[in-house]
């Protein structure tokens, strides 16, 4: 017996696994034959791999994580009553919360024109009070890319904004909640399965006859960006992670100061010692875009900062002033991680890349490559003090000289704080560190 047939045999008694793989299957094919081209290219792939539940390549064992069983490609069920038109709904079976199993539910699409080719991926990591959301997934279908976005919360996307119905096979709830589970097993904890979901989603669509294994990266956004922070550290298969706001250090700086001091400090570093991302980022290997604005009420710039200098890999930062917070426009479409994922996995164009900077009397540089034109320069500044995210941000020109790979600027006296901006032709802007003074 294949490694995919002994680890179904092995999770699931003989009786569970004909119900659940063959008449549901079945059920599956028959409603597949009424749908489009496309759907169809989607269900069989689901299908087929639902069946083997093929071993793919073994992960490191980093954390607390079951390494051995996200490296295998979990069987999936229909979820015939969440309809989303061109993009596939279902489940896929989770890891045990309370030695019961679970399902995440999860839409995926491919983007059209793709039949018969290998396509890039990515893989989606909704925030705090969202759910898995067709919109992002068609969003990347746009771009040329498959993509699959994966409840983390045992929810399905049915109610409202931060009221999503939970499911009966699902695992912890989420998010803030995580604060008052560490009484129970890490494997009863939000963030063990919330990570294992977007492993699990991973290794799934990595087993897609339609997916260039070579070619996959991750993005989330505010407790996405969280997660995605983690997984950097202990998913190595990625080309590249993209984290919205989200980073680690909560305990340094953050929104949950209060739930931290609440917990108690015997508590409170227990949940960092297991679930903070400083605790994972310093073993990420992929490049990494990271996302933020300069006033984020949840992920503060200095807690931000600490964290993007964690790994020892490529990075480049997108800190725009006042960026607005939340799932859409903001989080789910800045162009820069659009321009990221063509850069990385299709080998396009580039965003600029800073090389060095510096401080030099009172005149602050930098230096770049470019293969684009660059519009202009901006020095950010904030004359406050005190909580980062009540800051106010100016910015004033910065000169570029585009032939020298030269941006300079005079930094006002009275700045406390600032940093430096590059806009390219696209609209993308890359940032400097910000360097306090």
């Not at 038109?85 to 995926?108: D, H, I, L, M, N």
């Amino acid at each position: 017996m294949s490694d995919g047939g002994e680890f179904l045999i092995n999770h699931l008694d003989c009786t569970d696994w004909f119900h659940e793989h063959f008449w549901e299957n079945t059920c599956v094919l028959h409603s597949f034959i009424r749908w489009s081209r496309q759907t169809l290219q989607i269900g069989l792939s689901l299908v087929l791999l639902t069946a083997t539940g093929t071993a793919q390549e073994k992960l490191p064992k980093v954390g607390p994580f079951d390494w051995d069983l996200l490296s295998k490609t979990p069987a999936t069920y229909p979820a015939d009553d969440i309809v989303a038109e061109g993009v596939k709904s279902f489940y896929f079976k989770g890891v045990k919360y309370q030695g019961k199993p679970t399902r995440v539910f999860a839409f995926y699409g491919v983007p059209a024109g793709s039949e018969g080719k290998k396509v890039p991926a990515m893989v989606l990591i909704h925030g705090g009070g969202g759910t898995a959301f067709d919109r992002w997934v068609k969003l990347w279908n746009s771009r040329g890319y498959a993509a699959i976005a994966m409840d983390t919360c045992g929810c399905i996307p049915v109610g409202t904004y931060g009221n999503w119905k939970r499911h009966e096979h699902g695992g912890p709830p989420g998010w803030d909640a995580s604060f008052g589970q560490l009484g129970s097993p890490v494997e009863d904890q939000w963030t063990y399965h919330a990570i294992s979901a977007a492993a699990l989603a991973h290794t799934l669509i990595r087993s897609y006859p339609e997916i260039d294994v070579d070619r996959i990266g991750v993005t989330g956004i505010s407790w996405g960006g969280y997660l995605t922070s983690i997984v950097a550290g202990v998913d190595s298969r990625y080309q590249f992670a993209a984290p919205v706001y989200g980073c680690g250090f909560l305990g340094d700086n953050s929104v949950w100061l209060p739930a931290f001091q609440k917990l108690g400090k015997e508590q409170a570093d227990l949940w960092l010692r297991q679930w903070d991302p400083s605790s994972y980022l310093g073993q990420a290997k992929m490049p990494i875009l990271w996302v933020n604005g300069t006033n984020d009420f949840a992920y503060p710039m200095d807690s931000w900062q600490k964290s993007y200098r964690l790994p020892k890999s490529d990075r480049t930062l997108c800190l725009r002033i006042r960026m607005p917070h939340g799932h859409g426009p903001p989080g789910e479409n800045p162009e820069e991680i659009h321009i990221y994922a063509n850069q990385i996995l299709r080998q396009e164009k580039p965003l600029p890349k800073f090389t060095d900077q510096g401080l030099t009397g009172a005149e602050a540089w930098g230096t770049f490559k470019t293969d684009v034109p660059i519009t202009k320069g901006e020095l950010a500044f904030t004359k406050d003090v005190g909580k980062w995210q009540d800051r106010k941000w100016e910015s004033l020109p910065a000169q570029v000289d585009q032939a020298a790979g030269r941006i300079t600027a005079k930094v006002p006296d009275d700045a406390k704080v600032f940093y430096l901006n590059l806009f390219d032709d696209r609209n993308c802007v890359v940032s400097t560190q910000h360097i306090e003074r």
